[in-house]
């Protein structure tokens, strides 16, 4: 009798990592003796396609030099199945006598595993779906923290590092917008690229605090006064004290996702407004902002060892479970601590509803009571998950000699 096949398809916005959880399914499941292995290309909208590809045709040489690549390979969507949707995709699951769905991606991708497996459930249709973890958020309730989160938290650090660098050189105030809708992880990440006392970035603005103009100006002005120069860091998901998102009040025109989620990423609009106002409200000259955007999901040669790791492990596990047969569920990362006291992790398997459609935010413990810094809290918990060789700026030690002609 021929063995069931598994599916593997990635949802969502990609990462700098999760080929390495596909090629963690795919080397897993040919490890195990599973049936055929194929993949959908573009998530879900490639199984109502049926557009599939063979990965079990692919070399393992090739699959290691994909895994070492950024970027979704097998293509991404953001569609949500509704239960007309999942008859389609019930259809080319028979077809091709698939019996395991193993979902990549983050809270929207959970959540689609969810209504396919209580589709499935409904249907009588022998399904076992299993979500493999990923998104830069870090926003996965149940996580410790998330396959992608580290890469992109790595490159946010050394973005602002190097933003530092030349703010220094040339003093004046610097706006950087990270990404990140409700939780800051990614923000706060910016926080390890200092290395010297009065390094940037210097404020640090998270959506988990309310976000009000009036004292934004006020901190910058305070940080100029001291340092003749404000490195800062900023969520693209800061908000009023209504909950509106500050870089949706700017827009002429919301776009939203099938999800139902407000497009706050590919515009400038949130850093053109933070350093108009800097301009016209301190009177500072020299003000400039970047939008990081897509560059922090997937920036070829910035990748967290560690991330690479153990998002391999979680396709791999994903793949135990599915085989296991007994549960649906999403794999979670556990902090754990090793033989030698060290940094070590566990994987679990957490029911679906326990994931699906919620959103971890940052601890209280881990941002600064003044609401513009984090803790060294969270730099404990976020320094191992960087990876080795981590680069660092250093600095001269610049002694001043005696002034001749000014004393």
Do not use: W
Not at 128 to 152: E, Q, W
């Amino acid at each position: 009798m021929t063995a069931p096949s598994i599916l593997v398809a990635q949802g969502g916005g990609p990462t700098a990592v999760i080929n390495e959880s596909l090629v963690g399914v795919v080397l897993a499941a040919r490890a195990a003796g599973a049936g055929r292995i194929y993949g959908a290309l573009h998530g879900v909208r490639g199984i109502v396609d049926e557009n599939l590809v063979d990965l079990g045709q692919e070399s393992v040489a090739a699959l290691e030099l994909v895994a070492a690549t950024p970027s979704s390979a097998l293509g991404s969507t953001r569609d949500k199945p509704d239960v007309a949707y999942c008859q389609h995709i019930f259809a080319t699951l028979r077809a091709h006598q698939i019996a395991q769905f193993l979902y990549i991606g983050g809270n929207d991708s959970s959540d689609t595993v969810r209504i396919v497996s209580e589709a499935a459930h409904k249907a009588n249709y022998p399904l076992r779906c299993i979500h493999i973890p990923k998104t830069i958020d870090n926003d996965l309730v149940g996580s410790d923290h998330t396959p992608g989160f580290p890469s992109a938290a790595r490159f946010v650090a050394q973005a602002f590092a190097g933003a530092n660098l030349d703010n220094a050189s040339l003093p004046g105030i610097y706006v950087g917008v990270v990404m990140g809708r409700h939780a800051g992880f990614l923000t706060a990440a910016a926080a390890l690229g200092r290395t010297g006392a009065d390094d940037g970035p210097h404020l640090i603005y998270l959506p988990e605090r309310t976000f009000e103009m009036a004292r934004f100006l006020a901190d910058v002005k305070q940080v100029y006064a001291r340092l003749g120069r404000c490195v800062i860091a900023v969520s693209e998901g800061i908000h009023d004290a209504d909950g509106n998102a500050i870089a949706s009040l700017l827009a002429a025109r919301v776009e939203r996702d099938a999800h139902g989620n407000v497009q706050l990423s590919g515009t400038g609009a949130l850093a053109d407004l933070l350093c108009d106002a800097i301009k016209t409200q301190l009177g500072i000259k020299r003000v400039r902002g970047d939008t990081f955007g897509y560059l922090q999901r997937s920036f070829l040669g910035c990748v967290s060892d560690v991330d690479q790791r153990e998002a391999r492990a979680v396709g791999e596990r994903a793949v135990q479970f599915a085989l296991d047969g007994r549960v649906d569920g999403s794999v979670a990362i556990r902090r754990a601590v090793g033989s030698d006291g060290t940094y070590a992790v566990e994987y679990v398997l957490l029911p679906l509803r326990e994931v699906a459609g919620k959103t971890r935010v940052m601890d209280d413990a881990f941002i600064d009571a003044t609401g513009t810094d984090v803790t060294a809290a969270f730099i404990d918990y976020l320094r191992p998950l960087l990876g080795a060789h981590m680069p660092a700026a250093h600095h001269l030690l610049a002694a001043p000699v005696p002034k001749i002609l000014r004393p």
